[in-house]
Nanobody, 125 residues
Framework: VQLQASGGGLVQAGDSLSLSCAAS????????VGWFRQTPSKEREFVAA????????IYASSVKGRFTISRDNAKNTVYLRMDSLKPEDTAVYYC???????????????????WGQGTEVTVSS
């Protein structure tokens, strides 16, 4: 599975941005797809994940209520809609996927086998 993340950019605090994660080589049907983010000073952290087959989602507490993860079956793409962005959301965002993730592991980056290249999000104050 090849993942292509896109949609990053420079925005102001309070703005919205939508990231995309498109898959090629295989459909997401049996996969869990997650978004993670990383800054130079912090370890990679979990943002959100969706289990494709049932659409169940989970969010980090820091983004819950502001970010929404969703999927488009026809486009084999996962989206991360980010609203009310804050400067602390500034990071490189990565999408990841794996078909063998158990529920308790969805927030763990080591559980994901396939990774996209990352897209940079900068939120100015």
């Amino acid at each position: 599975v090849q993942l292509q993340a896109s949609g990053g950019g420079l925005v102001q605090a309070g703005d919205s941005l939508s990231l995309s994660c498109a898959a090629s080589g295989r459909t997401f049907n049996r996969y869990t797809v997650g978004w993670f983010r990383q800054t130079p000073s912090k370890e990679r952290e979990f943002v959100a994940a969706i289990k494709w087959s049932v659409g169940s989602t989970i969010y980090a507490s820091s983004v819950k209520g502001r970010f929404t993860i969703s999927r488009d079956n026809a486009k084999n793409t996962v989206y991360l809609r980010m609203d009310s962005l804050k400067p602390e959301d500034t990071a490189v965002y990565y999408c990841a996927a794996d078909q063998n993730i158990i529920t308790s592991s969805r927030t763990m980056d080591i559980a994901y086998k396939y990774w996209g290249q990352g897209t940079e999000v900068t939120v100015s104050s």
